[in-house]
């Protein structure tokens, strides 16, 4: 069997020098030091071969490791898409905290263990149990009322999100918003629409580098009501395939007053939701989105 000693030439050619080894001049001239940011962190670590000095530059290492993690917090998360995009995101690995009026969701799964549900109002709601430590905020606050309800819940409270995110630091911010309706400016002046494009404006303007904006259509999906599971893929799908197949024919038709309601995809939740990890995970990845470029997001992080 050959000896230890045998080796040695493959790994120094020279002789070494027995000062090499005082414990006066130890192997690493500089500790290793890290380097922490938004849940980025690298380390950096510098060495000097035995017996030469640190400030022999041509004999230094230096090892750089980025490691990222991603933890997101899901306004409405308990909702149809807001649920879709929880389960989305803990199946790529990444920490979900959702806030939502009514917390935990009553059905179960393998998934729903792995949120940290927090029941609250985002007009009152203590952020500093939500936010700290946050990568992104996804929101899915949206829906239908009277005239001030659908300018509260669009608009405002999304402005108070935005802002408080901006506020505590959070890189990102995502809001599922609405297609761009072709609809005449009496229907578009509703609290619906002009609460959406004020929670949009807001985006923007505090987040113009790295702000979100997805504008779905119609989205369609298993949708829970009341304990009840409405599956809206049975319409929605049929209809995203047979839009998409005659796209090319139903073109001059889309300056028509009107006919996006008709015309426009619909579009899946699940798109959705991995058009927002795309969002969360890429860097150069924002402004506002229409249905294509959502599909196209979605694609990207599609397993």
Known sequence: MASFLSFLPAVSARPIPTSAFSPKRPLFQTPPTLHFKN???????????????????????????????????????????????????????????????????????????????????????????????????????????????????????????????????????????????????????????TGKRKAESEVLSKYPNSGIVLRPAFIYGKRRVDGFELPLDLVGEPAEKILRAVENFTKPLSSLPASDLLLAPPVSVDDVALAVINGVTDDDFFGIFTIDQIKEAANKVRV
């Open 39 to 193: 849940h980025r962190f690298a380390v950096s670590c510098s060495y000097a071969e035995a017996g030469v000095y640190a400030n022999s530059s041509s004999n230094t290492i230096d090892v750089v490791a980025d490691v990222r993690s991603e933890r997101i917090v899901v306004l409405g998360g308990n909702g149809f898409v807001g649920s879709s995009i929880c389960k989305a995101a803990v199946s790529k690995g990444i920490e979900v905290i959702s806030l939502s009026r009514s917390g935990r969701p009553t059905y179960s799964g393998a998934w729903v263990d792995q949120v940290t549900w927090i029941s609250g109002d985002v007009f009152y709601v203590n952020w500093d149990e939500v936010l700290v430590g946050a990568t992104a905020v996804v929101s899915t606050l949206g829906g239908f009322g009277s005239e001030e309800q659908m300018k509260r819940i669009n608009g405002e409270a999304n402005v108070v999100a935005v802002n408080a995110a901006k506020e505590y630091g959070i890189p990102k911010f995502i809001p599922i918003s609405v297609h761009d309706y072709n609809l005449p400016s009496f229907l578009l002046s509703s609290g619906y629409f």
